[in-house]
Every structure is written in structure tokens, then in C-alpha cells.
């Protein structure tokens, strides 16, 4: 399928896909405007001090990376959660709250985020302050200034401890020389024995010098501090409008646009001259638009509104099959269609008046032996037609045509109808009565069975010039198409066209535009009337409504 006829697909539906965008867009933006608007804001913590440490060490990092994705877990648990609600006197339930907290930890740092969203702007900020000081009620982190002092006496205790361990350390190096110097082993017993508690002490004041550095470094690590308190959000983050409608709207252009392609490769009817070519190898000979009206008289356009736009389209049809059969005069047409109600009987009774209007003397036959319908729609009687003819062997079949209100149209009906159709019109018979009606006019016309149907076309128009199949807008399926033209050419049926029936006007301006601005001026600047070429008879000057009468 080329590029335009996406485009034409597209073009077609286009109200359909005006209106699936429209319904999504208007019910997005309903429901956006009905929604509760949301709110959301967040508390940012640090974990451990390493920003305050000029040197931290890896272990420090990690640990603090670590616990604050402990920290985040715990955020969203139970305790902090029911803290906050009775820290804030709120009446709601930790589990509903649990669902709107999100707490992230910011990739390769100690910061902790926590997020909390609300109808209200004012308990969101709330919320998530109170979440965070509910962390750090859980964590080691004193209050500030017991902090503070705990840290000025453990220094204190720290330098004394230090002071000790350096005095300790020159006492011993004294007692040391004094044992070298030393003579008698009294003296040197005492010495050794001083040293022994002197080493005793400051092995003591180290290792408690060790745990007050741990402990101060520990409480560094595993301190929780807000950096950043939450804001008041001026505007809901939620909903969207802008974007739930533009989304809405893409959303319903891309399932119309899919619900158009999916109907379109389910529906395998005929719809232009191109399905035509591409399915049966035919040519378009003809696009008719619908006729309105009723009754069967009232589709009889050519005959009772000569002037009517679609009378033109059959002038149309008239001059391309002319031209279709340039090297066989046609003086015998048979036209049927694959299946029932595709307009084959009003094609070729209205082809019949337009071609008595251009001075061809035309005989209509009914050939439908099954469901006859000519003379309903020309108002004659079906009492006496081709059946009668052909059973009773009637020499003058010219006598029984009936007149129509154009003078050079005669009506044959059906007559009765047989119970073996396909034989009657295969017989010899058959071939007689057409031979003879071919000589009382210029062209004669056969209405014929559906061709899918039964065999009665097949059989009549291999003894006919040819055959002319009609299609129907939207109603004929491919498959059908394609089967009746394989079983007309299986018995070298001769097949001029195809007449696309039921256009609508969008569908088929183009076409029309087409034959009218170019084949049926090309028969104007010829000056003469379709039916020169037609009969190989007449050569009348060109059929001008206006002047129908005359030129009759």
C-alpha cells in the first residue's frame, strides 16, 4: 500500500479520529479538573559528620553510606511513622501514611531524603519534619548541647590521660638508667619492680585513651542532623493538567488511527478503481454515484432527469465502452455482478438510455430468470418476454418488444419464469432469438444473474460481444470479484470492465472530475455521439440535453 493511500485512509476516517482524540482529551481534562490535587515536599538529612572531619577515613564513608540506607528503610516503618502521627495529633493511619512516604538516599553520599505527599501543602511540611526528627529520636544523636558537653569533658579526660601516659613515659626512661647504673641487687630488684608498675599504669590509661577516641569517632559516624527542612509546595504537583490531556490526546490518535488500519485490512471490499485493477487485472470503465430515491422509476435518472450529475457518469461508462471495443463492433453486452443488490439492473437500464439518447435504436433483455426486474423498473408488462420466445419458438420476436417513453428503447421482460434457466439460455434457440434481435437494433442489452451465483452469465456471454461486471462501493468483496471474473474467463468470456456502483460523492469526486473534464470532452471535440462507434451505424451530431428532442 503506497504512502497516498494512508493518507486517503486517514482522510476518510478523519472524523472518526477528530473524535476518538477529542473524547480522550475532554475526559482527561474532566477528570484532572475532579481530581484531589496533591502536594509534595521533603526533609533532607545527613548521616554521621564526615563533612567536618578534615581527613575522613574509607571505613568512616562506607559505614555512613551504609547506615543511611538503614536510616531510609526505617523511615517508612511503623515507629517513626506512628511517632510522627501522635507528635502531630493527627488522626490518620501510619499504614495510608506509609504509602505516600518515599525515602531515597542521594547515590555515593551520606544524604538522605525523605518525600512526603498530601492533599494539604501545610500537613505535607509537616509530616515530613516530623518524620525526621523521629529518626533521630531513634538514632544515637543526643540533643545538641548535652552533645557538646560530653565532648569538651571526654577532650578533657583525653589531655589528661595523655599528659600521664608522656610523664609516665619520661619516668620510665629515668628509672631505666638508674637500673643501668645501679650496683647492688637490692637496689636493682626495686628499680625493676618500679618500672613493672609504671608500664602497668600506662598501659592502662592508653587502652582507655583508645576507647574514648572510639567512642568519640563512633558518635560521629552515627549522627543524624537535618541540613534542609521541608518547604511549603505552592502548587500541586498533581494532576497535570497540560500533560494528562496531551497524553489522553496521543493516546486516542494512536488507537483511532490503529482502530482505522484494523477495520481497513479487515474490510477486503472494493472501494476504488485501484482494488479493482489490483484484484480482478480489470479496467474502472465507469464509478457511478448512489441514486437516491425509493422506487425503481426514481433511480431511472437517465430517462426522467437527463440533467442530473449522475446521468453524466453513465455518458461516461457509454464513451469508455466505445473505446473498449474498438476492434469488434458491440452490438451484444451482457451485464452482471458477483452477488445480488450491487445495482447491475439500474447500471444497465440507465446504459440503455443514455445510449438511445446519443440515436442508438437499443433492445433491453431481461436475462434474469431467476429474480426478474426490468419491467418494474420501467412499468411494463411481464406477462409475455424471452422465455415465451425461446419455449414457443416465436419467428418475430421483434413484435413482442415493448416500447418504452424513449423511442428508440424497447423493453424485452423475462416472461415466466423456467425452472431450468441455465438450459434455456444455452440453448439453440437462444442463440437464434439473439442473432435476430441484433438485427432490429444497433446494440442489445442482457440483465443477467449474479455471475457467483449461477452460470447464466457464463453461459450467455460467450455468445455475446461482451460482458461488463459492476461492482458495488464497499459492498463487493474481493474475493468475490476475483472469483466471478476467473469463472467468466474460464469459458472465454469476453470481459470489457468493471462499472465501481454506489460511490459516495467523497469517495468518487475524483473520478468523476476525471471522465467528465477529459473522455466526455474528448467526445464533444469529436462531434459526434458515442453511438458512431458503438453500432457502426449512425452519425448523429453530438446529444445536448437542451436539445433532446431535436436530436432525437
Known sequence: ???????????????????????????????????????????????GRVTQN????????????????????LSVREPVLKG?????????????????????????????????????????????????????????TMDESITQEQLAFTRQLMDELQRKIEDAQQESILLNQELDAANSARAIQDLQNQINVLETKMNNWQNTYSQLLASLQGGNVNALSVIEEASIPRRPFSPDVVMNVALAAVIGLLLAVGGIFLIEYLDDTIKSPEDINRTTGLSTLGTISRIEG????????????????????????RTNLQFSSLDKPLNTLAVTSPGPSEGKSL??????VVMAHSGLRVILVD??????????????????????????????????????????????????????????????RMRETIYYLTGCADIVLFDTPPALLFAD????GIHLDGVLLV?????????????????????KVNILGVVLNNVPPSAGGSYYNYYYGEESGKEQRNGYKAGTLLGHRLRLPIFNPTTEKRDR
Open 347 to 352: 447500471t444497465i437500464s440507465n446504459l440503455a
Open 54 to 73: 578534615p581527613d575522613p577515613s574509607s571505613m568512616e564513608i562506607n559505614t555512613g553510606q551504609q547506615l543511611a540506607a538503614t536510616y531510609a528503610q
Open 84 to 140: 510522627a502521627i501522635d507528635s502531630l495529633g493527627l488522626n490518620i493511619n501510619w499504614e495510608s501514611l506509609r504509602n505516600r512516604v518515599r525515602a531515597n538516599v542521594i547515590p555515593q553520599t551520606h544524604l538522605l531524603e525523605i518525600n512526603v505527599i498530601d492533599s494539604d501543602p501545610y500537613r505535607a511540611k509537616l509530616l515530613a519534619d516530623a518524620i525526621a526528627q523521629q529518626l533521630i529520636l531513634q538514632s544515637p
Open 294 to 317: 425509493q422506487e425503481y422509476p426514481e433511480k431511472l435518472v437517465a430517462l426522467h432527469h437527463p440533467l442530473h450529475p449522475v446521468v453524466e457518469t453513465y455518458r461516461v461508462l
Open 457 to 460: 452469465p457464463a453461459i450467455l
Open 471 to 491: 461492482n458495488d462501493f464497499g459492498g463487493t468483496r474481493r474475493s468475490d470479484a476475483r472469483k466471478a471474473v476467473e469463472n467468466l474467463r474460464r469459458v
Open 367 to 428: 436475462a434474469d430468470l431467476r429474480r426478474p426486474t426490468l419491467h418494474k423498473i420501467f412499468g411494463v408488462s411481464n406477462h409475455y418476454g424471452i422465455t415465451d420466445i425461446i419455449l414457443h419458438g416465436d419467428t418475430s420476436p421483434e413484435e413482442k418488444l415493448q416500447n418504452t417513453e424513449h423511442e428508440l428503447l424497447r423493453v424485452l421482460p423475462s416472461g415466466v419464469l423456467p425452472p431450468n434457466p441455465a438450459e434455456l439460455l444455452g440453448s439453440d
Open 1 to 47: 500500500m503506497e504512502l497516498r493511500q494512508y493518507l486517503e485512509i486517514v482522510r476518510k476516517w478523519l472524523w472518526l479520529v477528530v473524535l476518538a482524540v477529542g473524547i480522550a482529551a475532554g475526559a482527561s481534562l474532566v477528570a484532572s479538573l475532579m481530581a484531589t490535587p496533591l502536594y509534595t515536599t521533603k526533609t533532607t538529612l545527613m548521616v
